[in-house]
């Protein structure tokens, strides 16, 4: 039989490490951690290439003693529980795993200096053991420095993504618990540029405001609510103030970032019918609730808790962020100017009064409903093709004055609606859907997700192969700010959002410059195309293969492209979506699986009104 035996120490330290330091980020949420339970003020993160080389964490905390130190360096010695009421526990860290097993698998330098101490002390520990401990010269405060991660041990090391990606990591940490500490300051700098600088005693709203987006200060309700000892705070955008994945959002449990299944739910359920499926909300919450009412030790880098009474928790969050939504009242992102606004007053002012017009009689208006049509439209493909690209060229203009609703009179025949799997069209119901009558039924048509189907069908036939894309260029470029990391990403990908008609190139650390958009998208926002398209690649990443990661781009591309729900249409340009449908392949279906049209059979008519 296998010998049972006990492992080596330094064995100890790297199966833990496997546990706790991921990567360069997860050793620096460590260190950060441990610098404001330290009670630092300022805190100062140095990174060079992405932390694969360096990181190195300075504060003016406490400090510590050289016999502290030593301390510290050992499994399981901690100063941050007094008792052993772990359940109790109210600091970031507590484990005393986290310095010896990123010592276990890196070069380590710790040095030192509590307050009022006459000097301070330094401790070198190179992947486990110590090689210098000795006197140092520096503030009162720590500054530790972890070099060449994972450089003995290369099965790790092989793992560990590009420098940009560990970088793009180590920045959402830092984001984060500058989020949950207003009261300290951060600052940032990754090979030798400043990245981040936010100044200690900001507001929570102030902070995330500065880190986040600052559009959330004009785009955004602050969020206050109280129920027994549970308080919620924090800044929510507002549904038209969304992104295309779910990074964006931050979440705190006590002061603790966490990303936890239950809060995520909770804030899907709160912007359930604001939001499309494919859409996320930006926000940040701080979820405030007494020590024992939730278990922060159920995950080794403590991102994931439970709670006592998780129905509770859900509810609170869902109604708390409905109430400050409900409040904020007809209020929606990108509001006009008050200039623009006294400008449209003004010319409104300026309009004569019409008189209305007198009420038709029921007679008049049953004949001219009957009375025949001689107004000629496109009966053909061809015909409503060339119907259908004249109105695309305005899709993006501002809409019209219109009814949300309507039905026109027939303008095809009957027996046109045979020639026709999706028949002809009857009318439009809110603007969005499409009535046309079938042969067999009443197909009822979703405009915009049909029509982004149609638009990503063109797009992957115009780059289809090695062609390249036709491009429409921009009059004037425009400049797009983003974080490095989004900016990182579409730098990289620059080549192949070429050849798909977008052109971009790198306008600084944190902007991009587009200087030509896909001719088959005409005229659109191409300020949220290419967020959107930086969000896609986030997402995705390296874990597709080009191919794949090439159709989301374009799905995201489609969607900007298609004329949007709420635009109203006349019957040809409803006829002519009708006939393009019909010559699409997977028309049936919208870029996100939504159905982009459903049919009532005859017999199903006749069943609802009790005729069968």
């Known amino acids: 039989m296998p010998i049972i035996r006990r492992l080596p120490e330094n064995l100890v330290n790297r199966i833990a490490a496997g546990e706790v330091v991921e990567r360069p980020a997860s050793a620096l949420k460590e260190l950060m951690e441990n610098s404001i339970d330290a009670g630092a003020g300022q805190i100062s993160v140095r990174l060079s290439d992405g932390g694969l080389d360096a990181i190195e964490v300075t504060d003016d905390g406490c400090g510590m003693a050289p016999d502290q130190m030593a301390l510290a360096l050992e499994r399981h010695a901690t100063s941050k529980l007094p008792d052993e009421a772990i359940e109790l526990v109210t600091t970031l860290g507590f484990r005393g795993e986290a310095l010896p097993s990123i010592a276990s698998v890196a070069r380590f330098s710790i040095e030192s200096r509590p307050r009022g101490a006459a000097e301070g002390w330094r401790r070198v520990v190179d992947h ?26 290369p099965a790790r090391r092989k793992f560990l993504r590009s420098g940009r990606s560990e970088y793009a990591a180590c920045l959402d940490v830092v984001r984060r618990l500058a989020m949950a500490r207003p009261e300290v300051g951060f600052v940032l700098e990754h090979d030798g540029r400043r990245v981040l600088s936010v100044q200690p005693g900001q507001s929570g709203p102030a902070r995330v405001a500065q880190i986040v987006a600052r559009e959330l200060a004009e785009d955004g309700v602050i969020i206050e609510l109280e129920r027994g000892p549970a308080r919620l705070t924090g800044v929510a955008g507002l549904p038209t103030f969304n992104r295309g ?3 964006h959002q931050y979440l705190f449990v006590n002061g603790r970032p966490v990303k936890d299944r239950l809060l995520v739910g909770a804030v899907r359920g709160a912007y359930a019918d604001m939001l499309a499926r494919d859409r996320h909300a930006v926000l940040a919450l701080f979820l405030d609730v007494p020590p ?5 030790n159920v995950h080794p880098a403590k991102t994931e808790v439970r709670f006592r009474d998780p129905s509770f928790i859900r ?20 509001t006009p100017a008050a200039p623009a606004m006294a400008a449209w007053t003004s010319e409104i002012g300026q309009v004569e009064p019409i008189a209305p017009a007198p009420a038709p009689s029921l007679s008049s208006l049953f004949a001219r409903q009957y009375a025949p049509q001689h107004t000629p439209s496109p009966n053909r493909v061809s015909e409503a093709g060339a119907a259908w690209r004249g109105y695309e060229a305005q899709v993006m203009a501002p809409a019209q004055d219109l009814p949300m609703g309507r039905a026109e009179a027939a303008q095809e025949a009957a027996p046109e609606a045979v020639r026709h799997p999706l028949g002809v069209a009857r009318g439009q119901v809110a603007n969005t859907y499409i009535i046309a009558e079938a042969e067999d039924g009443l197909v009822i048509v979703d405009q915009h997700a049909a029509h982004e189907r149609i638009v990503l069908e063109r797009l992957k036939a115009a780059g289809a192969g090695d062609k390249v894309a036709a491009a429409q260029a921009l009059l004037l470029p425009e400049v797009i700010e983003l974080d490095e990391p989004g900016c990182d990403r579409l730098e990289e990908a620059i080549p192949t959002l070429a050849q798909l008609g977008l052109a971009l ?36 990443g390296d874990a597709l293969l080009l191919g794949e990661r090439l159709d989301l781009v374009l799905a995201t591309m489609a969607c900007h492209g298609s004329v949007r729900a709420g635009r109203a249409l006349n019957v040809a340009e409803m006829n002519a979506l009708l ?7 997977r028309s049936g279906q919208c870029n996100h699986g939504r159905p982009t049209w459903v049919k009532l059979l005859h017999g199903d008519i006749e069943k609802l009104f009790g005729r069968k």
Do not use: C, W, Y
Request: hydrophobic share 45%; aromatic share 4%; net charge negative.
């Open 128 to 153: 486990g053991e110590v090689v210098e401990d000795a006197p140092a010269a520096l503030p009162p405060g720590t500054r530790i420095r972890v070099d060449n991660l994972f450089a003995k041990i």
């Open 245 to 247: 994945v779910a990074d």
């Open 292 to 296: 024992e009412e939730v278990d922060v």
């Open 315 to 334: 509810g609170f969050i869902v109604s708390g962020l409905r109430h400050a939504l409900e409040g904020a009242g007809q209020k929606t992102a990108q």
């Open 505 to 540: 190139e790198r306008f600084g650390p944190t902007a991009m410059l587009a200087r030509s958009v896909p001719a088959a998208l005409g005229k659109g926002d191409v300020q949220a195309l290419v967020r959107d398209v930086a969000d896609d690649l986030a997402a995705n």
């Open 579 to 585: 006939r393009e449908m019909e010559v699409t392949p």
